[in-house]
């Protein structure tokens, strides 16, 4: 089974370095039109083409896609981005 690329995850890994869209595109070798067309899923790019994203953002290629069991993600990206209003940290007492 060939990995499928995950928008979503493409997308909060790009979000999550802080890179725009173009810089990402830039450093993955592919034009700023492709990589938004990936974001939104309207492509999938080939698997080399997701070794070059995930490249381009410091992660592992399978961080970037679907899970081939059709399972949870055993590597979820993590940070604020992520998380639901209702898993939200409380704010410290004073």
């Known amino acids: 089974?060939?990995?499928?690329?995950?928008?979503?995850?493409?997308?909060?890994?790009?979000l999550s370095r802080f890179l725009p869209v173009e810089h990402a595109a830039y450093l993955a070798g592919v034009s700023s039109a492709a990589w938004r067309a990936w974001e939104r899923g309207a492509n999938s790019p080939r698997i080399t083409s997701i070794r070059h994203?995930?490249?381009?953002?410091?992660?592992?290629p399978m961080e970037l896609c679907f899970p081939l069991d059709g399972g949870v993600a055993t590597t979820p990206l993590q940070g604020p981005w992520t998380?639901?209003?209702s898993e939200t940290p409380a704010p410290a007492p004073a």
Do not use: C, E
């Open 83 to 85: 998380r639901r209003r």
């Open 53 to 60: 994203a995930a490249d381009s953002l410091g992660v592992d």
């Open 1 to 14: 089974m060939t990995p499928r690329l995950d928008p979503d995850r493409l997308k909060a890994a790009r």
